[in-house]
């Protein structure tokens, strides 16, 4: 069931300037009212960049396990009881990069209100980064840590462009700025590309390293610095991604086990421990705010 929404306007394009989209699926503007004040943000393997122009601040809470969560799934706050570890709380300016997270994290619809974001394609934020893309692995980074100056000051010259010209002109400032923050002879890796698409499809991490001539050493090395996943990391995050969306657009009540076959796991069983590992919930507490945003659950509580 979808979780209505009290006022939405929202504008969400390809980037106009040929040079980005090779490099991003999609940016946009989303201006959203949500009913509940917390959601799980579910890991799909990609990275997105995050601008928040109602406040100054974005956070997320990383849930390590599903030790964080309770036997059916999180109760609206992160938690820890006896022997499980603390989640992993990050606070950072109104900029930051999402980098690839391997599980849940909790976060704060209030900071959903104006936003706008940027979602890369798989190893697009490589020229964005000074580092292996694996330094932002289950991280959320401020753009001021990551672009000095020109990070610090983003959110300002989005507010400016907004007040000036409404949403469309804010998208064409920032794919201005990101033609400026991206680095040329940092471009993906093909045979990366090629290697994060065969295991996409359900390829072994041995299959796809064999179909371009490296050794699965080597494509840890690459797949690493350029995706910020470790290849098996990719593979288990792929493979809950064709999950949810077979479960999204499939009945009400999916048959798991013929799910469970269907997307690549050994059984049932193995399909809800890595569900609750993934998710932070079991299959059946899954409830996204719609079918269009699978990766999106709002919670209780």
Aim: charged share 20%.
């Amino acid at each position: 069931m979808a979780h209505l929404r009290e006022a939405e306007a929202s504008l969400t394009r390809r980037p106009s300037v040929p040079a980005l989209r090779p490099l991003i699926h999609a940016i946009g503007y989303t201006d959203a009212q949500y009913a509940h004040a917390a959601e799980l943000a579910l890991p799909n393997g990609g990275v997105q960049l995050l601008v928040n122009l109602d406040g100054d601040v974005l956070s997320s809470t990383r849930l390590r396990d599903g030790s964080d969560a309770g036997p059916d799934g999180p109760s609206g706050h992160a938690h820890s009881g006896p022997g499980t570890r603390p989640p992993a709380v990050t606070s950072v300016g109104g900029g930051a990069l999402q980098g690839p997270y391997t599980g849940p994290a909790v976060i704060d619809p209030a900071q959903q209100r104006a936003i706008v974001w940027v979602a890369f394609r798989t190893a697009g934020a490589h020229p964005f980064l000074g580092d292996p893309l694996a330094a932002v692995r289950d991280r959320l980074v401020g753009l001021d840590d990551l672009w000095g100056r020109s990070g610090a000051t983003l959110r300002e010259r989005l507010l400016h462009a907004m007040e000036d010209g409404g949403p469309a002109a804010c998208l064409a400032a920032l794919e201005a700025a990101l033609l400026d923050a991206a680095e040329p002879d940092r471009l993906p890796d093909p045979a990366v590309l090629a290697c994060a698409a065969r295991l996409d499809a359900g390829a072994t991490v041995a299959e796809a390293a064999d179909s371009v001539g490296w050794t699965t050493r080597r494509l840890s090395e690459r797949f690493g610095a350029h995706v910020g996943l470790a290849p098996k990391q990719y593979a288990r995050v792929r493979r809950f991604q064709r999950l949810l969306a077979q479960v999204n657009a499939g009945p009400q009540s999916p048959d798991w086990a013929l799910l469970a076959a269907d997307c690549g796991y050994h059984d049932q069983a193995h399909l809800i421990h890595e569900f609750r590992a993934l998710a932070g919930m079991t299959p059946t507490a899954y409830a996204p705010r719609s079918a269009a945003e699978p990766n999106h659950v709002p919670l209780g509580g």
